[in-house]
């Protein structure tokens, strides 16, 4: 059982917009600590998509979009394409566990 | 091009020792928090460890609290993780992963891996 939750997965079509939640509690997200995302292909190794809650780090398109209010935070893809079928991870820090911690991780397929 | 390449993935038996390497390049090593991240087959990320940038702050999941030490070299630019009290459980994909400059907690650079199989 992860610390921030995530649904298991997620689908939508080639063009369309979909969204990932992350659902936290107030040792973490709600305490203010910053959510981070991640996206893993296939066989490799993850790469940041988003930081610092809605930061994109240079290269990754701004199809990608992230938000974060109260205890939970989102991230959103629009206009979807194949190559974004992936597993995607929230990430945050937790006080009460003086660590950092991920979501559960959710599969996006595209239909 | 920054990179990081981790070794020293091995089989070991249950109860052995192990430790992971990481050599670090393309960037100022000690200007930033390392993490060791793990991944068991078909599993989610797992958050290991961290260590600050001049190594005198160190934090640990409860999973390895007590059994795990991160350390750093910054003259030599490695990374390590040396593994003690090895579980099945601990089996898995061991990332070494860079922090992000502003937010110590993020993580902007992943090496490709090093695969540790602890067996019964």
């Known amino acids: 059982q992860s610390v921030l939750t995530q649904p298991p997965s997620v689908s939508g079509a080639p063009g369309q917009r979909v969204t990932f939640s992350c659902s936290g509690s107030?040792?973490?997200?709600?305490?203010?600590?910053?959510v981070h995302w991640y996206q893993q292909l296939p066989e490799t190794a993850p790469k940041l998509l988003i930081y610092g809650n809605i930061n994109r780090p240079s290269g990754v398109p701004d199809r990608f979009s992230g938000s974060k209010s109260g205890t939970s935070a989102s991230l959103a893809i629009t206009g979807l394409q194949a190559e974004d079928e992936a597993d995607y991870y929230c990430q945050s820090y937790d006080s009460s566990l003086s660590g950092v911690v991920f979501g559960g991780g959710t599969k996006l397929t595209v239909l | 091009e920054v990179q990081l390449v981790e070794s020293g993935g091995v089989v070991v038996q249950r109860g052995g020792s192990l430790r992971l390497s990481c050599a670090a390049s393309g960037f100022t090593f000690d200007d930033y928090t390392m993490h060791w991240v793990r991944q068991a087959p078909g599993k989610g990320l797992e958050w290991v460890s961290l260590?600050?940038?001049?190594?005198?702050?160190?934090y640990y999941a409860e999973s390895v609290k007590g059994r795990f030490t991160i350390s750093r070299d910054n003259s030599k630019n490695f990374l390590f993780l040396q593994m003690s009290d090895l579980r099945t459980e601990d089996s898995a994909l061991y990332y070494c992963?860079?922090?992000?400059?502003?937010?110590?907690?993020?993580?902007?650079?992943w090496g490709q891996g090093t695969t540790v199989t602890v067996s019964s």
């Open positions: 107030n040792s973490n997200i709600g305490a203010g600590y910053d």
């Open positions: 260590i600050s940038w001049e190594g005198g702050r160190t």
């Open positions: 992963v860079k922090a992000t400059g502003s937010y110590p907690y993020g993580m902007d650079v």
